[in-house]
């Protein structure tokens, strides 16, 4: 048994990271020494092995030219399913059941205009109001389209208290109007998990469909998308699977519904033997790849393929557990460094937080400012909040334990007022 020292010493943090199993993981990422990121809950940073995987693609555009999508290391017109077979052990789904595709937004859409068929009384959609608002708004759009007033259409569940959700008052809005769920698996902010397993139980015995937006949750927390029944869910890749700015999301589509039909069509919605017979009338897909729309964007699906090779060696589950010994061992050095600074922890305490933690000051705004000033880059939510991710695959023990001494050291010299407690256009 190692001896260790007091938790609230440096020397505790480094000790956490000499036993830390993933610790090597670190020297495959582009890591500025001098500075401590703590953003990558909303763009993951670069790895050695996405960069070279995307120069391996580039090249083959240099090398083959129009052949670059049937020859190569990676051949482009299979990428979007090789990959999301890859990534389907992240969400606990079949290889076929996963694609790579769209955007966050685009795949919210496509999944919505498939699996949202109003029939009868059943014409609504339900929601939370914690939820990320593009996909409130393509929802309230996706309403419109159906010549729905998203008004009286959309319901969306009140929170208690503007940062969690009880899955009581979800289950009780499930009401025989309801035709489908839209949910976070992990709200943005307080970094709530929802239970996704119960919720959708709930909604089947009610004859309900039901999807879950993964964008917070995927490559931070393992997920039992085919155990748990779970229609569809969708979401980037850009956080915490570190594909880089925009990479192109993924989507997964329950087995069970193979065959129904894609709401937004295109020709990579096709079924690949029949896609260049050119024909007018579309062959889909037999699997989640019916729901691709068209040419993929192979530069911003090429970085995954080293990512998620990472992740195979890595191993969610090892990752769900070093990422719940960081953010415990940050909130615990929150509540025992700044005490006497008025900052309010709101993510849940126990193993329903995700992968971030949110805490809320009324200087939030300026207080990321001289964060960054000092090198710490947070993540600042309007009005008042600070989202502070120490990530799994890179960030050390002892980054959270300097974090925290930088900021009691902000707060005890009030270096944050000099700063308008205000927002950036990019917050
Ligand atoms: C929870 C959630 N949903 C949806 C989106 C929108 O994603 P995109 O802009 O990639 O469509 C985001 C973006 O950060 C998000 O955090």
Redo the contacts with the bound molecule.
Sequence with gaps: MPCFDSVYTKEYAQQLDAVDPLARFRNEFYIDEDSIYLDGN?LGLLSTRAEQSLLDVLDSWKQYGIDGWTKGKHPWFYLSESLGEKMASLVGAKGEEVIVTG????N?HQLVSSFFRPEGKKTKILADEL??P??IYALKSQLHLQGFDPEEHLIQVKSDNGHLLNEEDIIAEMKEDIALIVL?SVL?RSGQILDMERLTSAAHQRNILIGF?L??SIGAIPHQLRKWDVDFAFW?T??HVNGGP?SV?ALFVNEKHFGRRPGLAGWFSSNKQKQFDMEHTLTPAEHAGAFQIGTPHIFSIAPLIGSLAIFAEAGIEQIRKKSLKLTDYMMTLIEHELSDYQFTIQNPRDERRGAHLYIEHDEAARICKALKEENVIPDFRSPKGIRLAPVALYNTFEEVWNTIQVLKFIMKEERYKKFKNERDVVA
């Design positions: 909303s955007s966050t937004t685009t919210l939820n990320f593009s996909d976070p943005y937006d964008c917070h980037c850009y956080k925009g999301a």
